[in-house]
């Protein structure tokens, strides 16, 4: 099992420009999350998705999509990155028995 | 709403010490309480998960405990090591909600 995969690792995003982040499980977890942390804080949550074709939005959506078609991918979209974006953004699944499992995480500069 | 306070935010020790880290939680109707361990620039490791049904966990040099009613968790780790150096993170899943709410976490470097 690959468990929960992120791609890119790293990307740096000029002002303006947009791109995907990739999020993937194979542990068949029909919760999944995106989550993201800025130094020294605690992670915050964008989005989340209790099943394949439904989403809802945590705290800090503004600036960010998502869709999930399948269970097993959750890409976030960024829209017109702006700095307050720089960040390290995490994806992450949770069981039946409501424990979370996270991927390496991404990255992410806007200049 | 719910907010998740660590304590200390950052922990320097001496090889061999037993240690304990501090988790408090405002709203005590949670469902679960989940500890983890953040390496620098890696993910979250799940170290213990706590039901609120429970009182503590163990694992191996680790126990976790939970007061509900104090809106308490504590971390306690035996006998540490260099390799125990990490972030750790604490984080509470409200009771009927989908959102987990993370502390902002407590660094901890063992000194060798």
């Known amino acids: 099992n690959a468990g929960v995969t992120q791609t890119p690792k790293f990307r740096i995003l000029k002002i303006g420009q947009s791109m995907t982040l990739q999020c993937a499980q194979d542990?068949?977890?029909?919760?999944m999350y995106w989550y993201r942390q800025d130094p020294g804080m605690g992670l915050k949550l964008i989005y989340y998705s209790v099943g394949a074709g439904i989403t809802d939005k945590g705290e800090v959506p503004n600036g960010y999509n998502v869709s999930r078609s399948t269970t097993e991918d959750f890409p976030l979209r960024l829209e017109l990155a702006a700095p307050s974006q720089t960040s390290v953004y995490f994806c992450?699944?949770?069981?039946?028995?409501?424990?979370?499992?996270f991927g390496p995480g991404t990255r992410l500069t806007v200049t | 709403k719910q907010e998740v306070t660590q304590i200390p935010a950052a922990l320097s020790v001496p090889e061999g010490e037993n240690l304990v880290l501090n988790c408090s939680f405002t709203d005590s109707a949670i469902y679960n309480l989940q500890w983890f361990r953040q390496d620098p620039g890696k993910g979250l490791t799940s170290l213990l998960l706590?039901?609120?049904?429970?009182r503590e966990q163990t694992s191996g040099r680790l126990n976790a405990s939970l007061d509900k009613s104090s809106g308490r968790s504590t971390l306690y780790i035996a006998a540490s090591q260099p390799g125990d150096s990490a972030t750790y993170l604490c984080?509470?899943?409200?009771?009927?909600?989908?959102?987990?709410?993370f502390g902002a976490g407590t660094r901890l470097f063992v000194k060798a």
């Open positions: 992450a699944t949770r069981d039946r028995a409501y424990e979370q499992y």
């Open positions: 984080a509470v899943l409200n009771t009927g909600g989908f959102k987990t709410i």
């Open positions: 706590i039901q609120s049904s429970q």
């Open positions: 542990m068949n977890h029909n919760y």
